[in-house]
């Protein structure tokens, strides 16, 4: 990735430009799709003179409904008041210089509140939540100001910036970032006729239940979790359409995860069976074993065993399954022994453990990378970097894409089972491409390559003693489950004499997750040099 400190300046009227592009996109690609209201307001801000379009779009870049005409300070706007006139007249937004009291207090200061009620008895030694309380208690309005409030209404933005780019994540800050040359994406040709969205219901569906997420998340954030009650009569019910889907069901995996921690059993069941998405079945049967229904739990189990979602869902159901099976429940499969190498050191830890080891190999004549899960995730974006970027139909929907939409679902392997399995041939063959395309693209924003700790030396040390079918073999284990198994991989990469090791660093207390578990016995069946060191103080 480029240096952040070096950018590009931006244009005068950057963000005006910006915005268009948005509203030019949604109008072309969603005509039929937006409701009149949104429509309506597209061409009245489109009818707007160009500094009136400024200061809205200023405006609808922050933050909050309501905006003070004295706090503006925006040198290409020639005249501020003429804007917010022509934005008044053309009823975008709401002016006033009487805003009601809750409105007052929230966008003005402590000083300024001091001064502008200076007829009630504050204290000016209290903090602003105090003084609120007072204003509240003893004013019944707030007097006339000497400058406009203006009232903006967000919500036609949300609606625009999920058309443009396919989720509730992104924002206008993602052109400013690229403006600027912080960040640099490859580019895709877009389809104008590619859309996510294909009915209206789609579209108010996945705003509710993003608003519904955020409303959740904020109540964890502010840990009030016996609120989460509250949300659970609002989830709706379970969606045909995937994207929709899998939106949901991740929430309701959330929401219902916190009732079973408030004890909540019956609620959290009620979700956890609706929800297709791991962990629900996990819980499901271990809700059912922790109320010694051992015949429901076995049947959660027997399903997961029968068909996993995943790699890990498949060894979480073998663990219930050998537990169940000394009640005589379910049959179970025998239990995988480990076949990696364990190593045991005393070390003095004057820093993170991670980096005293990766000293303790250099000692022993290695080159030692403490990459973790960086190495074979740049190794894979790097040797299927055209195929993820290639332009399947709806995959990529905007210019600020780090991957297609599909990345981590079953649908990237089915569109592009004939490529991948020609590029597997192509490892067996030859691996100079991965350094060739690490020059071409270098910088360039992958989920899967963070260039800031992965230099071309790492890239080529992997290459050099990793053989071609180990590449392979590794490569179709991140294909086989992208979002789980692109983690889990060992704290340190080392070679020496031609050859390589990975190893996993557990200092004092510390204990091998199952997903690194994984990792280890799988490289050491692929004849790769793999192994745990526990690391512990020396003894006084």
């Known amino acids: 990735?480029?240096?952040?400190?070096?950018?590009?300046?931006?244009?005068?009227?950057?963000?005006?430009?910006?915005?268009?592009?948005?509203?030019?996109?949604?109008?072309?690609?969603y005509p039929d799709l937006?409701?009149?209201?949104?429509?309506?307001?597209?061409?009245?801000?489109?009818?707007?003179?160009?500094?009136?379009?400024?200061l809205l779009v200023r405006m609808l870049s922050r933050k909050g409904n309501w905006f003070r005409e004295d706090k503006f300070n925006y040198p290409e706007i020639p005249s501020i008041d003429a804007a917010i006139?022509?934005?008044?007249?053309?009823?975008?937004?709401?002016?006033?210089?009487?805003?009601?009291?809750?409105?007052?207090?929230?966008?003005?200061?402590?000083?300024?509140?001091?001064?502008?009620?200076?007829?009630?008895?504050?204290?000016?030694?209290?903090?602003?939540?105090?003084?609120v309380d007072e204003i509240m208690r003893h004013a019944g309005s707030c007097p006339v100001l000497p400058y406009r409030c203006i009232e903006v209404s967000h919500d036609v933005l949300p609606v625009f910036?999920?058309?443009?780019?396919?989720?509730?994540?992104?924002?206008?800050?993602?052109?400013?970032?690229?403006?600027?040359?912080?960040?640099?994406?490859?580019?895709?040709?877009?389809?104008?006729?590619?859309?996510?969205?294909?009915?209206?219901?789609?579209?108010?569906?996945w705003l509710a239940l993003s608003n519904l997420a955020d409303e959740y998340w904020e109540t964890v954030e502010s840990k009030q979790r016996a609120k989460v009650r509250e949300l659970v009569c609002r989830l709706p019910e379970p969606f045909d359409w995937p994207p929709l889907a899998y939106k949901r069901n991740r929430l309701v995996n959330a929401v219902a995860r916190d009732l079973e921690r408030l004890g909540d059993i019956d609620a959290a069941e009620f979700l956890f069976v609706t929800s297709a998405l791991p962990p629900a079945k996990e819980r499901l049967a271990r809700m059912a074993l922790s109320q010694n229904d051992v015949e429901k739990a076995a049947g959660y189990v027997a399903d997961m065993l029968a068909s996993p979602y995943n790699e890990e869902e498949?060894?979480?159901?073998?663990?219930?399954?050998?537990?169940?099976?000394?009640?005589?429940?379910?049959?179970?499969?025998?239990?995988?022994?480990?076949?990696?190498?364990?190593?045991c050191v005393a070390l003095t830890l004057t820093q993170r453990v991670e980096m005293i080891s990766a000293d303790y190999y250099r000692e022993q004549g290695w080159q030692v990378w403490y990459c973790e899960n960086l190495v074979l995730n740049a190794l894979f974006g790097l040797a299927f970097w055209d195929i993820i970027f290639s332009p399947i139909s709806g995959a990529f929907l905007n210019p600020f894409q780090r991957s297609p939409k599909d990345?981590?679902?079953?649908?990237?392997?089915?569109?592009?089972?004939?490529?991948?399995?020609?590029?597997?041939?192509?490892?067996?063959?030859?691996?100079?491409?991965?350094?060739?395309?690490?020059?071409?693209?270098?910088?360039?924003?992958?989920?899967?390559?963070?260039?800031?700790?992965?230099?071309?030396?790492?890239?080529?040390?992997?290459?050099?003693?990793?053989?071609?079918?180990?590449?392979?073999?590794?490569?179709?284990?991140?294909?086989?489950d992208r979002k789980n198994n692109r983690s889990g991989h060992p704290d340190l990469f080392m070679t020496k004499d031609g050859k390589c090791r990975f190893v996993e660093i557990k200092g004092p207390g510390d204990k091998l997750q199952h997903h690194q578990i994984r990792w280890l016995n799988f490289f050491v069946e692929q004849g790769i040099d793999a192994r745990v060191l526990y690391v512990s103080q020396p003894q006084d």
């Open 314 to 343: 498949k060894e979480i159901a073998e663990r219930l399954a050998r537990q169940l099976s000394k009640k005589g429940a379910i049959d179970a499969p025998a239990k995988t022994k480990n076949v990696f190498e364990e190593e």
């Open 407 to 480: 990345m981590y679902l079953p649908e990237f392997i089915e569109s592009r089972e004939d490529v991948i399995q020609s590029r597997l041939a192509d490892i067996r063959e030859n691996t100079a491409f991965v350094l060739d395309t690490y020059e071409q693209k270098y910088g360039l924003a992958n989920d899967w390559v963070y260039w800031d700790y992965v230099d071309k030396t790492l890239i080529s040390a992997a290459l050099n003693t990793l053989s071609n079918d180990q590449l392979i073999a590794c490569f179709e284990r991140i294909l086989f």
């Open 34 to 54: 937006l409701t009149r209201t949104e429509s309506e307001w597209i061409a009245a801000f489109k009818a707007l003179a160009q500094p009136a379009q400024l």
């Open 1 to 29: 990735m480029t240096d952040a400190t070096v950018t590009n300046p931006l244009p005068p009227l950057y963000y005006l430009d910006n915005f268009y592009s948005i509203l030019d996109t949604v109008s072309s690609r």
């Open 161 to 205: 910036l999920l058309l443009y780019f396919g989720n509730s994540r992104q924002n206008l800050s993602e052109f400013v970032v690229s403006d600027l040359g912080i960040y640099h994406y490859e580019t895709v040709p877009l389809n104008i006729k590619d859309r996510l969205f294909n009915e209206r219901s789609q579209i108010d569906a």
């Open 85 to 131: 006139n022509e934005l008044a007249t053309s009823s975008l937004v709401s002016v006033t210089s009487s805003p009601t009291l809750d409105v007052a207090l929230a966008i003005h200061t402590k000083p300024e509140l001091l001064q502008l009620f200076d007829s009630l008895p504050l204290k000016a030694s209290a903090k602003k939540p105090e003084i």
